[in-house]
């Protein structure tokens, strides 16, 4: 019997096909109950747009499939921490659960940095779990950058 992959599994396999196009190794999934709904890699060298990040791609599709405008009830589960613009974006979206594996201590916005879901400002906070998987997204973080210097 053949096991299904987790969604994290799925995003870790997304973002190292990000980094085999020169894209940052970042992939992320949406999971509606045991359904992915939408999953996505880090895009924004070949889109040529700096709000293509997994994130950003996967709840934009999600948002799609399910066309009510919100993901309540959906989880996330990506690779890397999200920045301010995607936390921003789970938080509008209402997603109920952000799974991470790996911290950014430079530009992650949820236990880094500005912390978006603790500030009294926002609007829905999401339950967060990280380092789900950490050491294999770190590997594939550090792998890539090593390259680019």
Do not use: F, T, V
């Given at each position: 019997m053949t096991?299904?992959?987790s969604p994290m599994d799925i995003a870790l396999r997304l973002a190292e096909e990000a980094a085999s196009h020169g894209e940052a190794p970042v992939g992320a999934v949406v999971m509606e109950g045991d359904r992915v709904l939408a999953s996505a890699r880090n895009q924004m060298q070949a889109l040529g747009d700096p709000t293509a990040h997994a994130e950003m791609m996967?709840?934009?599709?999600?948002?799609?499939v399910r066309g009510t405008g919100r993901?309540?009830?959906c989880d996330l589960y990506v690779t890397l921490?999200?920045?301010?613009?995607c936390a921003g974006a789970i938080a509008h979206a209402r997603l109920r659960r952000v799974y991470f594996a790996a911290e950014d201590t430079k530009a992650g916005a949820v236990e880094n940095g500005i912390r978006l879901f603790d500030q009294p400002t926002?609007?829905?906070r999401p339950e967060i779990i990280g380092g789900l998987s950490a050491s294999r997204a770190e590997a594939l973080l550090t792998s890539f950058f090593k390259t680019l210097r």
């Open positions: 096991q299904n992959p996967a709840i934009r599709e999600a948002l799609a993901l309540d009830g921490e999200p920045c301010a613009m926002c609007h829905h």
